[in-house]
């Protein structure tokens, strides 16, 4: 079946500092990929998205490549902000269809230090 | 224009009793889907609607049903509540069901079952 995995967090940084949030999947053929952000008390938040092999999503200062070679999707930021405190989920969605739902992973809580 | 729209916010309800949960897609968007997030977790997919057709359901047990109106807003329904049930649920939109579209997210009506 599918499944995303993603890195434990918390991931705690000082502001500033370069981001690298790790993201690996599992399904057959080839999903469109999603990373999506939740801030407290909120619903989830689309942050970039890519639909093929090789396709680079980006939004807001953040990156993510589609490599189907490793099959990973990690999201990348070259400096980050206080206010990029919040918990971030990896996703797939399976072409088949498109009738199945988006497949997260268990999310990333990440905390920028002033 | 408006997001994804979700009432209640915030439900308490005991075990045995029934809820009812309601969405509003963002205007011109005709699918729905439903996931449960619990604390700590990711969403899980329950249910897709699509022209107010089920055209894709999760893992989760019949005692979750849901229905998409004319109008293309949708209830999810579950009988019986569990302790388990405890949880936020999703709502998210999109324009058509195919993979590559991303789906919008509401803010959520968070359910506590005592």
């Known amino acids: 079946g599918n499944s995303v995995t993603q890195m434990e967090g918390p991931v705690t940084l000082s502001e500033e500092a370069f981001l690298t949030i790790n993201c690996t999947y599992t399904?057959?053929?080839?999903?469109?990929l999603f990373w999506y952000v939740q801030y407290p008390g909120e619903g989830l938040q689309l942050l970039l998205k890519a639909t093929k092999a090789d396709d680079k999503g980006s939004n807001k200062g953040f990156e993510a490549t589609y490599r189907k070679e490793t099959t990973s999707f990690h999201l990348e930021k070259g400096s980050v902000q206080v206010s990029d405190s919040a918990v971030y989920f990896c996703a797939l969605k399976r072409r088949r269809g498109g009738a199945d739902g988006l497949t997260f992973g268990k999310g990333t809580h990440l905390i920028i230090q002033p | 224009d408006a997001g994804v729209t979700q009432s209640p916010t915030h439900l308490i309800k005991t075990r045995g009793q029934q809820v009812t949960l309601r969405c509003s897609p963002i205007s011109g968007h005709k699918s729905v889907s439903w996931y449960q997030q619990v604390l700590g977790q990711g969403p899980q997919f329950i249910f897709q609607y699509y022209e107010k057709e089920e055209r894709g359901r999760g893992n989760f047990p019949d005692r979750f049903s849901a229905r998409q109106f004319p109008n293309y807003s949708s209830e999810l329904n579950v009988n019986a509540l569990l302790l388990g049930d405890s949880a936020l649920y999703l709502c998210a939109s999109s324009l058509e069901q195919e993979s590559n579209q991303p789906q919008h997210f509401g803010d959520g009506t968070r359910l506590s079952i005592l």
């Open positions: 399904a057959t053929g080839y999903p469109s």
